[in-house]
């Protein structure tokens, strides 16, 4: 299949062999078809409604109350038309988001994305019996203040970033459901149509098919 947006990919039938062998030693991760997964809906949850200045507003004040805001969101691949797909959520139509959100004070990272998944994506807050894996972290984003973008490379000038956003590998298992708010759509984005693209997707989703090329992608067929 040759390369994804700098993704090693490599294709295994149901018996797992491999139709297209890598060389390299980058570590595997399987990804399933986009069609073992069942879709549907629930209750809409609570946005917020404010415009840029209110939130900038509120973060600020959040931040002087409780310090650094830190955020994790979860990287899930599936499969589409041979190419791996990242499930992404979009909010009223236009703004995409790596499932996650912000943890509380004192909550773990992987228990705080957990937590997020889970009422992002679940019937219930125990992921529907299913457990969540959790991996490793891909990358770490900062924000200097919360007016302008995140980046990977935090200037040395700033000794006091406002917020971090972290990214973790979260695998798949061979079926699952996911159960969406009716306010959010969960959608699977081709990796290669994100790769660098910053003004669909912003810096931090068009950052992941780089954060991904230590991976060789074993798509499994169904």
């Known amino acids: 299949m040759g390369e994804e947006a700098g993704v090693s990919v490599c294709v295994s039938d149901s018996n797992g062999v491999d139709h297209n062998q890598n060389d390299d030693q980058s570590r595997q991760l ?4 986009l069609s073992c997964y069942y ?3 629930k ?13 900038v ?3 600020n004040s959040n931040y002087a109350t409780y310090g650094l805001r830190t955020c994790v969101e979860a990287v899930i691949l ?6 791996p797909h990242i499930l992404l959520l979009q909010v009223r139509n236009c703004c995409f988001k790596l499932p996650g959100g912000r943890l509380r004070p004192g909550e773990s990272e992987v228990d705080g ?5 889970s009422r992002k994506l679940c019937v219930n807050t125990n992921a529907d019996g299913i457990a969540w894996e959790v991996g490793e972290c891909l990358g770490v984003m900062w ?3 919360f007016e302008t973008s995140p980046c990977m490379d935090l200037p040395s000038s700033v000794r006091n970033p406002k917020e971090c956003t972290k990214l973790y590998l979260v695998k798949l298992p061979e079926s699952r459901k996911f159960i969406v708010p009716k306010n959010l759509k969960l959608l699977a984005i081709p990796l290669c149509q994100i790769n660098k693209n910053r003004e669909t997707y912003g810096p ?3 950052g992941v098919p780089e954060m991904l090329a230590k991976f060789t992608l074993n798509i499994k067929e169904a």
């Open 204 to 206: 931090i989703i068009s």
């Open 57 to 59: 507003q509120r973060l």
């Open 143 to 145: 924000s200097p203040d």
């Open 30 to 33: 399987d990804i399933y078809p």
């Open 39 to 41: 879709f549907g809906s």
């Open 78 to 83: 599936v499969e589409l038309f041979k190419h």
């Open 113 to 117: 994305l957990k937590r997020k998944l």
């Open 43 to 55: 209750e809409a949850i609570p946005l917020k409604d404010e415009t840029l200045a209110d939130r």
